[in-house]
């Protein structure tokens, strides 16, 4: 026969040694499958991680202004009250008074800035403040703070300030050939370095500007 042979069409498998269903009963279709499939687990979004960790940087920013805010009152609480024009001006008339009076508690509280209460034995500063007080009366015999002129806080509770005093000469001074005996009433500057704290105001050191003010 001429032409091409036609492409044999396809036998099916015939039952046989070789074949594994062969001598087996025929038992149907295969079955379906037992179970429907579980349900899929969702898996988590980044969104909540991301949501999590804004509230976990939020939480620490918090605590961390927190504890700046409870130093910064711990600070503030403990430290001395701001220093004024009053408040200088009554403190430095008070240890001036008790040069006047020879007051040698008074003066080596001042003078001792703050130390006073922890010394034990105040022989020695008792000597120096009444030196101190004696020096002062044989200069002047009265003395009176007419004003504040500046107040230079070197720091919360240390202050330099220049004031000016208007005092009356003590008389007991000696007075050499040629010297001017000091009117009544006279006024100038004095600086005086002030420890400021908490229950009190202290005068630690007194200072006179030059004759040459008078």
Same mark, same amino acid.
């Not at 209460?117 to 007080?133: E, W």
């Given at each position: 026969?001429?032409?091409?042979?036609?492409y044999?069409?396809?036998?099916?498998?015939?039952?046989g040694?070789?074949?594994?269903?062969?001598?087996?009963?025929?038992?149907?279709?295969p079955?379906?499958?037992?179970?429907?499939?579980?349900?899929?687990?969702?898996?988590?979004s980044?969104?909540?991680?991301?949501?999590?960790?804004?509230?976990?940087?939020?939480?620490a920013?918090?605590?961390?202004? +927190?504890v700046? $805010?409870?130093?910064?009152f711990a600070?503030?609480?403990?430290? &001395?009250?701001?220093? %004024?024009?009053?408040? @200088?001006?009554?403190?430095?008339?008070?240890?001036?008074?008790?040069?006047?009076?020879?007051?040698?508690?008074t003066v080596?509280?001042?003078?001792?800035?703050?130390l006073y209460?922890?010394?034990?034995?105040?022989?020695?500063?008792?000597?120096?403040?009444?030196?101190?007080?004696d020096?002062f009366?044989?200069?002047f015999?009265?003395?009176?703070v007419?004003?504040?002129?500046?107040?230079?806080?070197?720091?919360?509770?240390?202050?330099?300030?220049?004031?000016?005093?208007?005092v +009356?000469?003590s $008389?007991?001074?000696?007075?050499?050939?040629?010297?001017?005996p &000091?009117?009544?009433? %006279?006024?100038?500057q @004095?600086?005086?370095?002030?420890?400021?704290q908490?229950r009190?105001?202290?005068?630690?050191?007194?200072?006179?500007?030059?004759?040459?003010?008078?």
């Open positions: 026969m001429d032409g091409a042979y036609p044999p069409e396809s036998i099916p498998p015939q039952p040694p070789g074949n594994p269903t062969f001598g087996a009963p025929y038992t149907g279709p079955p379906a499958y037992p179970t429907t499939l579980p349900p899929a687990v969702p898996y988590p980044s969104g909540g991680n991301n949501k999590k960790r804004i509230l976990l940087v939020v939480g920013v918090v605590a961390v202004v +927190a700046i $805010g409870g130093i910064i600070v503030r609480s403990t430290s &001395a009250p701001g220093l %004024t024009d009053a408040s @200088a001006k009554s403190v430095i008339q008070d240890y001036l008074n008790a040069l006047l009076k020879q007051d040698k508690q080596a509280r001042h003078a001792l800035c703050g209460d922890g010394i034990k034995d105040h022989a020695t500063d008792y000597t120096v403040a009444n030196l101190a007080s020096a009366r044989k200069q015999g009265q003395a009176e007419t004003s504040i002129d500046k107040i230079v806080m070197l720091s919360p509770n240390q202050a330099q300030v220049l004031f000016t005093m208007k +009356a000469p $008389g007991r001074l000696p007075r050499g050939p040629g010297t001017k &000091a009117s009544n009433n %006279t006024e100038f @004095a600086v005086a370095q002030l420890l400021v908490p009190e105001t202290l005068v630690c050191s007194y200072l006179p500007r030059p004759a040459d003010s008078l």
